[in-house]
């Protein structure tokens, strides 16, 4: 006899399957966390006619929230973007009791026992922790999620419903099945500071590709980047190292006529050799990012979704503990390089460049 509802005994590798498909991650568990963590599954009364008594009034004031919601309601509801015009805690305590809070247009709602996400505010939600989310791409998502044909028979699993034209919810099924595992809202959270943390790293590893792109647009290439990083580790002198692997250079790098005791030579030869061993650091610790990533994505990741969230939930093999130590370490080391590159302008180098250029025609003039 053919299974007709979701199960883990049944289903397990296709729910591994869609939880390891970003776009239709964050759409199931964000579903989840606003039924279970915020709502609490609709089993506290007080918690939804406070919720829905909020909602009836024409205009919110803090002090409405304050009086009818209780604290970590507040908090959780403020951490997933839905009220637009306070962006944390700390900011809507300082708001002062006649603030108007903007829940937006349209909202969450609680209808027949239902919760009720408008795709907007889902995906607004979802954008706020992972901006890397496009917005087509949850569009898709959304429509696969509404129907998954499973592996073990002909039925279709719906894991999510459309209420309406623009709503969802998240099928009992998968939430009772997500249930199991702990506390989804922790392993989201461990994601979104990974991510920022990446998002800051990106920002800094592309200014030192855009300082070094000055000096020499080939040295931004992965195969002339190989032969630095190889000749950083073997100590060798970066430039004459490339040289001897026959890489072909712009003739700015030909010292031949140019007096290596000049100023603007040194200040010139100095400053592209600090960026390339900087951004020879940073490439290292990219590495240890992406591995870092690995415990729950990317082709070589150690675990499946699921097992990543049990393992977070009660800090197996102290996971927690090793992620949270290596970003302060990473975090330690990012302040470090920032430290150096933001003594830099972009300014200051292409004005050294043009000293530099004009040093070379001079050179060759003599």
């Not at 919810?169 to 461990?190: E, H």
């Not at 060798?236 to 003739?251: A, C, G, H, R, T």
């Not at 990741?301 to 503990?321: C, G, P």
Request: negative net charge; charged residues 35%; hydrophobic residues 40%.
């Amino acid at each position: 006899m053919e299974h007709k509802n979701l199960t883990l005994e049944h289903d397990k590798n296709l729910i591994d399957n869609i939880l390891d498909i970003v776009d239709m991650r964050y759409i199931i568990l964000f579903l989840y966390i606003i039924r279970n963590d915020l709502f609490k599954d609709l089993t506290d009364k007080a918690v939804v006619e406070s919720y829905e008594r909020v909602l009836m009034l024409d205009e919110i004031f803090k002090s409405n929230v304050v009086n009818f919601w209780d604290e970590e309601f507040i908090e959780t509801y403020i951490d997933l973007g839905l009220i637009k015009n306070v962006r944390s805690v700390r900011a809507f305590q300082q708001k002062d009791d006649d603030f108007i809070l903007k829940l937006g247009e349209e909202t969450i709602t609680l209808e027949n026992d239902k919760i009720s996400v408008p795709d907007d505010t889902l995906y607004l939600i979802i954008n706020k922790k992972f901006k890397f989310l496009k917005r087509r791409n949850f569009n898709l998502a959304l429509t696969r999620l509404k129907g998954v044909r499973c592996e073990k028979s002909s039925m279709i699993h719906p894991l999510i419903f459309g209420i309406g034209e623009h709503d969802y919810t998240l099928s009992d099924d998968f939430y009772y099945i997500l249930d199991q595992y702990g506390n989804i809202y922790q392993a989201i959270k461990i994601e979104v500071t990974i991510e920022g943390f990446y998002q800051r790293f990106n920002e800094i590893q592309e200014k030192i590709k855009i300082f070094i792109k000055i000096f020499e647009p080939a040295l931004n290439t992965k195969p002339i980047m190989k032969k630095i990083a190889k000749a950083i580790e073997e100590s060798k002198d970066i430039i004459q190292y490339l040289k001897d692997e026959k890489v072909e250079l712009s003739d700015k790098f030909n010292f031949d006529k140019i007096n290596k005791n000049d100023d603007i030579y040194q200040k010139w030869n100095s400053q592209l050799l600090t960026l390339l061993k900087t951004r020879n650091q940073i490439e290292q610790l990219d590495k240890k990012l992406i591995d870092l990533k690995n415990h729950y994505s990317g082709k070589n990741k150690k675990y499946r979704y699921l097992e990543f969230i049990e393992k977070i939930s009660f800090n197996e093999d102290e996971i927690v503990d090793i992620i949270q130590n290596s970003l302060i370490d990473y975090r330690n080391e990012l302040v470090k390089i920032n430290e150096e590159i933001s003594k830099i302008t972009e300014k200051e180098l292409k004005l050294l460049n043009l000293d530099y250029e004009r040093l070379i025609i001079m050179s060759s003039e003599e």
